[in-house]
């Protein structure tokens, strides 16, 4: 019982501290991207870069993923769409880390060609990602069919999106490689078209599957809301991915951070957010003074998170690259300078930064200030 405990503990610690720290430190990096502000130095922009991106699209995806597979097992495994999404999360997430140690190991015995060592990198990076997107989709089924009484209508629609995602979800890294040489026509064929396609349509069945599945709303639960916008950001990432890869095949813009970010900082999170007021649910109760505050968050963090991405996607169609420190390039020796459009929206991106770090804000403090009250079990509540 006590590594029960300690596990359970330890998985959701983790997960909300690197979630905390990775979106502490995109408010940073969003308020340089706005040239009025410039707040970090170059060498200090381009290590929290790396620390964010890592720190989110690997650390935090693997104990998100972790907590996803374990509460999934302490519910029980039952043969249902939630086991499914556990299954795809478990078998993409085993798929990236052996990229992952396929790339090290040419690394550490010298035999790192560039070309392959792309090819293992993106691989790596894409399907952890797609990864904690299945383990969001999972906790959508698990958690409205255990807090809301939301059964999927057609849950063989939802497995077979699964299906889909377990055979098409790698692909997205690709479109980083579509114009190198080394690869042949078959294999960009399928990572260009068919596997995208398939992708594209299994996120956009699983949100119509849960949605079409909802009976009743509950707008002022925080849990029922973090869930639904979570969906609507996986469906909004889908679309953007088919409009943007063959884009992105040429140019590696803001517009496909926006599209990452729509996924991992929207669907991802909120999911999170969901599974997290979910379990301190009935210390919510407990607590009533923070009720407009319980409300308006995860309204607040998702408003913040779509006015960054959006405006990272208008940046991008203005070509402003994607991770650079100072696009008004000061010191280079041929000049250059973006139009006053491509400034506006590099200046959304910082207020969307900072809305979002408002919601991060209140969500800690929610967090926090009810883990002290004393409840019953955090995994037996439900919405009345």
């Known amino acids: 019982m006590k590594i029960r405990e300690l596990t359970t503990r330890s998985l959701f610690a983790g997960a909300f501290l690197l979630f905390v720290f990775a979106t502490a430190i ?3 990096l969003g308020l340089t991207r706005w040239q009025a502000i410039h707040l970090l130095p170059a060498d200090w922009y381009y290590r929290l870069l790396g620390i964010h991106s890592s720190g989110a699209s690997i650390y935090f995806v693997l104990f998100f993923n972790a907590a996803f597979l374990y509460f999934l097992w302490l519910k029980g495994l039952k043969r249902d769409v939630a086991f499914f999404g556990g299954v795809t999360t478990l078998l993409i997430m085993l798929s990236g880390i052996a990229h992952g140690v396929v790339m090290k190991f040419c690394i550490f015995y010298g035999q790192a060609d560039p070309e392959w060592h792309r090819l293992m990198w993106l691989g790596f ?3 952890m990602m797609i990864s904690s997107l299945c383990a969001a989709i999972g906790f959508w089924y698990l958690l409205g069919k255990s807090a809301f009484d939301i059964e999927p209508k057609r849950g063989w629609l939802a497995i077979i999106a699964f299906i889909l995602l377990a055979l098409g979800g790698g692909t997205g890294g690709a479109q980083y ?14 990572n260009s078209s068919l596997g995208l396609y398939a992708t594209t349509a299994a996120l956009l069945l699983h949100g119509l599957v849960f949605t079409s599945s909802v009976r009743k709303v509950f ?15 996986v469906a909004g990432s889908a679309v953007l991915a088919l409009v943007g890869a063959g884009y992105n095949t040429l140019l590696y813009t803001l517009a496909m951070s926006g599209h990452m970010h729509i996924q991992l900082a929207g669907g991802v999170s909120l999911a999170f957010m969901a599974f997290m007021y979910y379990i301190i649910s009935d210390r919510l109760a407990l607590n009533p003074k923070f009720k407009v505050i319980v409300i308006a968050q995860p309204y607040i963090f998702a408003a913040g998170i779509a006015l960054m991405s959006v405006a990272m996607i208008v940046a991008g169609i203005f070509q402003v690259p994607a991770g650079h ?7 280079s020796p041929f000049p250059f300078s973006f ?3 491509s ?7 910082g207020v969307g930064a900072l809305i979002a770090f408002i919601g991060l804000m209140m969500f800690v403090l929610i967090f926090s200030c009810n883990l002290s009250l004393k409840s019953s079990s955090c995994f037996s509540c439900r919405h009345s």
């Open 125 to 127: 990076r894409h399907q």
């Open 177 to 190: 490689l579509l114009s190198d040489p080394l690869f042949g026509d078959s294999w960009k064929t399928w």
């Open 26 to 28: 995109a408010v940073l």
């Open 325 to 331: 420190w100072d696009i008004t390039f000061d010191n």
């Open 219 to 233: 707008l002022s639960n925080p849990c029922f809301v973090s869930l639904m916008l979570s969906a609507c950001f």
């Open 339 to 341: 139009g006053a459009a």
């Open 343 to 349: 400034h506006f929206a590099l200046l959304f991106i």
